[in-house]
């Protein structure tokens, strides 16, 4: 539901209304969800299930995983039918000793979210592909959290980072369970980088879903825009389109 932020932020009701109406199945909410009253949370979920759509995860940031957060991220995702309480951010980290703790935290909310059935994960942004003393964020993330802690990946900012969004996958089987479709584009100009709508730019789509569907063992994808020439709710149309040839 990022993608349509500004148009959430107004009406919720109309725009996920809207996003279903255009034949997304999946959303997927991020931070401001944590603002949420149980009652508000009990309301969406009933305007999903009378719409047919189901939020699998939820994007979360740092209050999300507090000793005095983690307890209403457990009850609004339960409420919600999500699955996956994913870390959206892990904010500004400092060498590889720091991204060994943000692993630490994970881990330990990993832990914590067992017993309610739910799980944790990552989602990276560029910098987590970007190496330090020869390794990359996202390898420290994967070495030093269990097998369930979930790695989504971003696609976008993989490929802005130089990295094989494909090879990731491979490296990675089983902890791939959602994918973010943001798409980017070398170049100069208003209408590239992550403006650039899904399946028009670098990344190699046709690739990241095979590897995905045959080893990253990925549930559900969900698109991402940064923006575009569009309005929200037409670029997230237009995705939705492009989506559906790249899936025939």
Avoid at 84 to 89: G, P, T
Wanted: hydrophobic residues 40%; aromatic residues 8%.
């Amino acid at each position: 539901m990022y993608s349509v932020r500004d148009s959430l932020a107004k009406d919720p009701t109309a725009t996920v209304r809207a996003v279903a109406k255009m034949g997304y199945q999946v959303v997927e909410f991020y931070a401001p969800y944590f603002n949420w009253t149980p009652a508000q949370a009990k309301d969406m979920r009933k305007l999903m299930d009378e719409l047919g759509i189901a939020c699998n995860s939820t994007h979360n940031d740092a209050p999300s995983f507090t000793a005095e957060g983690l307890p209403k991220a457990i009850e609004l995702n339960q409420i919600l039918g999500s699955k996956y309480v994913v870390m959206a951010s892990a904010g500004k980290v400092s060498g590889l000793d720091g991204w060994r703790i943000v692993a630490d935290r994970l881990s330990a909310a990993s832990e914590k979210l067992k017993p309610a059935g739910l799980r944790t994960g990552y989602h990276n942004h560029m910098v987590e592909f970007l190496a330090i003393e020869g390794k990359r964020p996202m390898e420290v993330l994967a070495a030093n959290t269990p097998q369930e802690v979930i790695l989504q990946l971003d696609v976008g900012t993989c490929v802005e980072a130089g990295s094989d969004p494909v090879a990731w996958i491979d490296a990675n089987p089983g902890r791939i369970r959602c994918i973010h479709c943001k798409d980017w584009a070398a170049g100069p100009g208003p209408d590239k980088g992550y403006r650039m709508l899904f399946g028009e730019g670098d990344s190699p789509w046709t690739k990241i879903f095979a590897a995905a569907e045959g080893k990253g063992g990925v549930e559900y994808y969900l698109i991402e825009q940064e923006g575009s020439r569009f309005s929200e709710l037409e670029t997230a149309e237009r995705c939705l389109a492009t989506w559906k040839k790249l899936r025939d």
